[in-house]
């Protein structure tokens, strides 16, 4: 089984910036995508951004411009820089990844999630 571990959340005022990194460990697996979704009190489960292992990228409309999702497929890592972040950042930010084991089994797998919030 593939555990994600995140890192990187944190407080910070409106405007500053923050990076979260995302792990992938275990054995026999391959990725295929991975990404970060995120929750706020209250809200649903959204997409922030994700990337593919071949470096193709899908950003929510309310990031783009800001955030920037990039991956190490060497390490099974992925990172999400997030510059001019606003208070409506503020959430649970979960690691994704889209995984296929040996064998051929194709699973996600969702990290614990790291909190991120922005404010004065």
């Known amino acids: 089984q593939v555990q994600l571990v995140e890192s990187g959340g944190g407080l910070v005022q409106p405007g500053g910036s923050l990076r979260l990194s995302c792990a992938a460990s275990?054995?026999?697996?391959?990725?295929?995508?991975m990404g970060w979704y995120r929750q706020a009190p209250g809200k649903e489960l959204e997409l922030v951004a994700s990337?593919?292992?071949?470096?193709?990228?899908v950003y929510a409309d309310s990031v783009k411009g800001r955030f920037t999702i990039s991956s190490d497929n060497a390490k099974n890592t992925v990172y999400l820089q997030m510059n001019s972040l606003k208070p409506e950042d503020t959430a649970l930010y979960h690691c994704n990844a889209d995984i296929v084991y040996v064998g051929g089994r194709r699973a996600p797998s969702w990290g614990q999630g790291t909190q991120v919030t922005v404010s004065s």
């Open positions: 990337a593919t292992r071949g470096g193709n990228t």
């Open positions: 275990g054995s026999s697996f391959f990725v295929i995508t």
